[in-house]
């Protein structure tokens, strides 16, 4: 069975930095999109960084220039490494397998809340 775990959310203040990571078998097959998104409880789901074929990476214009996803297949194991955080970045993050199109998440696991205070 397909499983995706986060961890390493957490509070932090304006400017600083946090990585996420996301333990998952979906690594085995290269041609999946792994990525992650953002949304809170009753609000719109945010995709904000995937990582499709042959490594492709893409942004939301929001986090451009901030944040930056990365994997290392060695350990199952995919990065969201978060820097310059502002309190509009506070939200619960969750890993995902998205579609072939890297549009729409398909399998997430159950996220990571981070915090960013002013």
């Known amino acids: 069975q397909v499983q995706l775990q986060e961890s390493g959310g957490g509070s932090v203040q304006s400017g600083g930095s946090l990585r996420l990571s996301c333990t998952t078998s979906?690594?085995?097959?290269?041609?999946?999109?792994l990525g992650w998104f953002r949304q809170a409880p009753g609000k719109g789901r945010e995709t904000v960084a995937t990582?499709?074929?042959?490594?492709?990476?893409n942004y939301a214009d929001s986090v451009k220039g901030r944040f930056i996803i990365s994997e290392d297949t060695t350990k199952n194991t995919l990065y969201l490494q978060m820097d310059s955080l502002k309190p509009e970045d506070t939200n619960m993050y969750y890993c995902a397998r998205y579609d072939g199109s890297c549009s729409w998440p398909q399998l997430w696991g159950q996220g990571t809340q981070v915090t960013v205070s002013s």
């Open positions: 990582r499709g074929r042959i490594g492709v990476a």
């Open positions: 979906e690594f085995t097959d290269s041609n999946i999109c």
